[in-house]
Structure formats: C-alpha cells, structure tokens
C-alpha cells in the first residue's frame, strides 16, 4: 500500500470482537475477585439456609429444592448488573476511559452492545460456578434433574440478557458517588422480593404482593430456574418466563442505549 494510499475502514464486527477480548482479558485477571464479589453471597446462604438449618430442624428438608434455582438466579442477576453497571459508573465518572471508546471507530450502541454481551458471558460464568458449589454443599436435593438443559440454557441467556442490559442503563444514570445507593435502593429490593428465597406461587397468602413482584425481572429468572432445574415444583409456566425475560431485557435495552448516548455526548 503506497503511503498516500488512504486505508480501508475497519469492519464494524473486528472492532466489536476488539472491545469485548479487551473486557473479557481484564475479567481473567480479576477472575477470582469476580468471583467473590459475586458467589460470596449466595454462597454464604446457602450454607445457613440449605445446609445450617435443615441440620438444626427449624427449615423443612425439602426447602433446598425451592432454594438452588433462586441462588443460581441471584448469582446469575447479580454478576451480570455487577459487571456492566460499576465499570460504567467508573469510566464516566473517575477514570474517563469511555472517551478512548468513543473515540473508536464504532458507533455508541455497538459500544453499549459490547459491554451487555460481556455481561452476559460474566453472568454465564457465575451461574456455572455457583451450582455445582451450592450442590455440594446442600447435598442430595429431591427434584433436581438436568432433563430441561435446554430450558435452562434459555432461562440463563434471557436472564443474563436482562440484568446485563438493566446494568447498562444504571451505569448511565447513576453518578460515581451514588453507587451505595444503587444496591441499597435497587439491588437488594430486587434481591429479596424476587422469589429467589422462596417460590413465586407461596405468595398467594399475600396477593397483592404477589402481583406487585412481576415488575421485578429476578422473579422470572428464579421461576425460570424452578422449572428447568426442579420442574416438578409449582412454578411459571417457561413460556411466560420466556416472553417477560425477552420483554424486558428489550426494554431495558432501549433504554439503556438512549441513555449511554445521551450521557457519552453531554
């Protein structure tokens, strides 16, 4: 190529397959703080919930089969938020490293559709590494059965899908200094009313806080769970749980997009 030869643009997917090695080589180095930060605690309550009390008599046995799907939900919800919200929250706030991506040549929404895939992947990786730990440490659980992999592989996408997007529009609005907020007033309402602990159909003894949860998309990633890992279990039908994951993670996308472009151009 002579030097005054002007060179060929960069294809729009080398760019994208740029940002996301870049996050995913920054996440293998910080593996094993991702992983506490997002296993610690679920992990820690399993071991009071579906080891600790079940030992003493004061929880029922066959709480464990209603408790794994939900803390594979949280592991799953959790690490997905995590890893787009608090280093978007960084990059506009402290650090600045969003100009050097802006500064890419990509558009906005294909920099704010890197940072959701990666946070998918970061939810796919908590969720494999919390069953089988949970599992073990729970012991037999009745019900449990891998027969609906696919049912599960779908749940676990469409929920990484919708927590990743969720952390792309709350990296956005919320300000370096209101990060403590965001899991005081955000993430753990979301955490405890999502039916993680307990299934979605036990709340009929309180119907108006049965209704009042669907518009908290953890609750259909832990029915979802239910009735991949533990389907003979009262749960939402999947076909519901599909349609509100897909819904939502559509919703919160949009959103989220509209915002990281407002944000990264004021």
Known sequence: MNPGTPRPPVPAWQVFWALLL????VAQRELPYF????ALQPILFVIVFGYLLPKMNFVQHGYGTALLPGIVAISLALSSIQSVALPMVQDFGW??????????????????????????IAGLV????????????????AGLTWSEGGSLILVTLLGATAF????????????????????????????????????????????????????????????????????GLPHMPLGFVWLALTLISVAFWVWGERAFERRAFS
Not at 35 to 38: A, C, K, S
Not at 126 to 139: Q, S
Request: net charge positive; charged share 15%.
């Open 126 to 141: 908590a969720a494999v590494f919390v069953l089988p730990i949970a599992r073990l440490i729970m012991g037999p659980i």
């Open 35 to 38: 992983l506490v930060r997002t």
């Open 164 to 231: 990743s997007a969720m952390g792309l529009l709350l990296g956005t609005a919320i300000q370096p200094q209101q990060v403590g907020l965001m899991f005081s007033v955000i993430v753990a309402p979301t955490i405890f009313f999502g039916c993680a602990y307990y299934p979605w159909q036990g709340l009929a003894a309180v119907p108006v806080l049965k209704y009042a949860v669907l518009i908290n998309p953890l609750v259909y990633v832990s029915e979802g769970m239910r009735g991949a890992l533990t389907p």
């Open 95 to 120: 650090t600045r490293e969003i100009e050097d991506r802006l500064l890419a040549p990509a558009s906005p929404r294909m920099i704010a559709f890197e940072k959701v895939v990666a946070g998918v």
């Open 22 to 25: 870049r996050d995913l080589r």
